[in-house]
C-alpha cells in the first residue's frame, strides 16, 4: 500500500512539476512577445517621427525654393513697401496712397488695390495703430484673407481616380510644358497617365508632347495635324478606359483668335468628355504667364467666359516681378491658382498654397 501511495505521490509531484515549467515557458513566452510588441511599437514610433520629420524637412525645402522663386516680385512688392513705410512716421492718407501705388505696380490690379488698402485702413482703425511698422503684418494678414475668401481651395483635385484634366491657354504661355511636368509628377506619384494631344494646329505641340510623354513614362495619343481635336480627345478617353489609366492630361487648341470659334472648339471637346468620361473627376486648368501682368488677368477673363475654369496654372513665376497678378487673379476672378512653375527643371511645377506665396513675398 505505501508503495502504491509513494507511486502516486510521485506522480502528483511530476505533474506539478511539469505544469511548473509549462507555467514558466508561458510566461517566458509572453515576456518574450510583451519584449517584442515593446519594440516594434518603438520603432514604429521611430519610424513615424522619421517620417514626420522628413515631411517637415520637405516642406522647408519646397518654401525655400518657393522664396527664392519669387525673389523679383518681393523685391518689387515686399521691399518698397518696407521703403515706404520707412518715410512716415505716422499712418495716415498719404502712407496709405503710396501703398496703394506699390500693389499696383507689382500687377496687383486697381480693384483688387483698392479693396486690400480699404480693409488695412479698416484693420488700422479697429487696432488703433499708430507705428507704421506695425503695418506691414496687417497688410500681410489682409491680403491672405483676401485671397482664401475668394475661393474654395486652391488644391488640385483629382480623387477619385480615374481623373481627365484638359489643360486650356493661349499659344506661348507654357501650355505643353505644363502638360509634360504635370505628367511626369503624377507618375512619381505613381500614377499611371495618359497624355491626348488636342492640339493639332501646332505640329511642334504634338511633336514636344511626345517627347515629354517619353520624359514622364506616359503613354500618348496623337493624330495628324489640323484633325479634329475632339476626336483626338475622344480616343484619348478610349485608350485611358481600355488601359486603366490613372489620369487623363488633354492638351487643347491655344489660338485666341476669336472668342466664338474658341467657344465652339472647346464646349465639343467638353461635351465629349462629359458623355464619354462622365465617371472621371475632372479639372479644367488655365495656364498663364506670370510674366505678362494684367495681360494674364484680361486672357483669363476671356477663357473664363468661354470655359468652366476650375483652376489655373501660373508660368514663369520666377522669373518675373508682377507675381502680384496671383493676388488679382484669386480676388478679382475668383479663379484659384491650384499650381505655379517656380523654374525650369522638370519638377519645378509645385502646387500653391496661399500662406506660403505671401510668406514668400513678405519674409
Known amino acids: 500500500m505505501f508503495k502504491w501511495f509513494n507511486k502516486k505521490n510521485k506522480n502528483e509531484k511530476e505533474k506539478i512539476e511539469e505544469k511548473k515549467e509549462s507555467i514558466e515557458d508561458i510566461q517566458k513566452n509572453q515576456d518574450q512577445s510583451e519584449i517584442k510588441d515593446f519594440k516594434n511599437d518603438y520603432e ?37 513697401i518696407e521703403e515706404v513705410l520707412n518715410l512716415y ?33 479698416e484693420r488700422v482703425k479697429e487696432d488703433r495703430i499708430t507705428e507704421p511698422s506695425a503695418v506691414k503684418e496687417v497688410l500681410k494678414d489682409e491680403i491672405k484673407k483676401i485671397m482664401k475668401e475668394s475661393v474654395d481651395s486652391n488644391e488640385l483635385v483629382i480623387e477619385p481616380l480615374p481623373a481627365v484634366i484638359l489643360v486650356v491657354g493661349v499659344n506661348g504661355v507654357g501650355k505643353t510644358t505644363t502638360i509634360g511636368k504635370l505628367s511626369y509628377k503624377f507618375n512619381k506619384e505613381g500614377k499611371k497617365v495618359l497624355i491626348a494631344a488636342g492640339d493639332t494646329f501646332r505640329a511642334a505641340a504634338i511633336e514636344q508632347l511626345e517627347e515629354w510623354a517619353h520624359r514622364a513614362n506616359a503613354d500618348i495619343i496623337s493624330h495628324r495635324e489640323g484633325a479634329d481635336p475632339a476626336a483626338v480627345i475622344y480616343d484619348g478617353i478610349q485608350a485611358a478606359t481600355a488601359r486603366k489609366a490613372d489620369i487623363l492630361v488633354c492638351d487643347t487648341a491655344g489660338r485666341l483668335h476669336n472668342k466664338s470659334n474658341l467657344m465652339n472648339e472647346l464646349n465639343k471637346i467638353f461635351r465629349v468628355v462629359d458623355k464619354d468620361f462622365s465617371n472621371a473627376t475632372k479639372e479644367v486648368l488655365l495656364v498663364l504667364d506670370a510674366t505678362t501682368g494684367q495681360n494674364a488677368i484680361n486672357q483669363a477673363k476671356v477663357f473664363k467666359e468661354v470655359a468652366n475654369i476650375t483652376g489655373v496654372v501660373l508660368t514663369k513665376l520666377d522669373g518675373t516681378a508682377k507675381g502680384g497678378v496671383v493676388i488679382g487673379l484669386q480676388s478679382e476672378l475668383n479663379l484659384p491658382v491650384k499650381l505655379v512653375g517656380i523654374g525650369e527643371g522638370i519638377d519645378d511645377l509645385q502646387p500653391f498654397n496661399v500662406d506660403d506665396f505671401v510668406d514668400a513675398i513678405f519674409d
Open 44 to 80: 514604429n514610433e521611430d519610424s513615424k517621427e522619421e517620417n514626420n520629420e522628413n515631411a517637415v524637412t520637405n516642406k522647408l525645402r519646397i518654401f525655400d525654393r518657393f522664396k527664392k522663386g519669387l525673389s523679383k516680385t518681393r523685391n518689387n512688392m515686399s521691399n518698397k
Open 89 to 121: 512716421k505716422k499712418v495716415d492718407d498719404e502712407l496709405f496712397d503710396d501703398l496703394e501705388e506699390v500693389l499696383v505696380m507689382a500687377d496687383v490690379g486697381a480693384n483688387t488695390t483698392m479693396k486690400i488698402i480699404d480693409e488695412l485702413k
